[in-house]
């Protein structure tokens, strides 16, 4: 049975840093799409950043290209989100997602794995 935790929220100051992490268990992740998105109240799931497992591809939504980054650890089957230079808008619950027949990596109906959330706060 497929595993996705989530840990690393919390609240954080405008311009600070946190880091996520998204342990996976259950399978072989190795071709899998491994995909952070976030959501607010009232609004739809949206893309932050993704990781091709095997080949390290990475990819993000054009708000946080340079502030955040993905990576892998292949030996703990962990993914990471680094956030950097944080702001208010960048407050939401994170999910952690895994798919493996991905046709558009930001689309989160190819994803079919979910972690269960962690909040990110930031105050401004």
């Known amino acids: 049975q497929v595993q996705l935790v989530e840990t690393g929220g919390g609240l954080v100051q405008a311009g600070g840093s946190l880091r996520l992490s998204c342990a996976a268990s259950g399978r072989t992740f190795t071709r899998y799409h491994m995909g952070w998105f976030r959501q607010t109240p009232g609004k739809e799931r949206e893309f932050v950043a993704s990781?091709?497992?095997?080949?390290?591809?990475?990819y993000y939504t054009d708000s946080v290209k340079g502030r955040f980054t993905i990576s892998r650890d292949n030996a703990k089957i962990t993914v990471y989100l680094q956030m950097n230079s944080l702001k208010p808008e960048d407050t939401a619950v994170y999910y952690c997602a895994a798919g493996y027949i991905v046709s558009y990596y930001s689309n989160p109906n190819d994803y079919g794995y979910w972690g269960q959330g962690t909040q990110v706060t930031v105050s401004s």
């Open positions: 990781i091709k497992w095997d080949t390290g591809n990475t």
